[in-house]
């Protein structure tokens, strides 16, 4: 994340079980793409590093709502870059400051499945196998 998403890390960093090592606002790009390509799995919404991730090789989960995946989303291989998203009829809108609709939060990411990502997960780190 960037500075402006300090506080916010800081609050899920204060959930984990194992203290993660917190760099926000502290690398150069060129420092991110190290970092992520020793990482066994990234996942997050359409931004920037998840990007780099997959310029990486590393593994990835990528949680889509209000941008279009087909787009967007990951290029290269499928078998470790996946997309996860609700497909509601108004996704994707392209609107990322507030829900169309006014749902708060924003519907389409609000119901992507915290058991569904976590199967992923787990697959992509070879703990589960591909259905």
Known sequence: GGPDEAALVEQIAALLHQPPLVLVG???V???AAILRRARL???????PLHIAV???TPSIHLFGPSDSGRFGPWGNRH???VIRMGLWCSPCGVFAACPR???PPECMERINS???SS???QLLGYEKTA
């Open 80 to 82: 470790i870059h996946k």
């Open 42 to 48: 990234v996942l997050g919404v359409d931004s920037g």
């Open 26 to 28: 502290q690398t150069s």
């Open 115 to 117: 058991t569904v990502v």
């Open 102 to 104: 006014d749902t708060s």
């Open 120 to 122: 992923i997960a787990l």
């Open 30 to 32: 060129g420092q991110l």
């Open 55 to 57: 310029s990486q090789g």
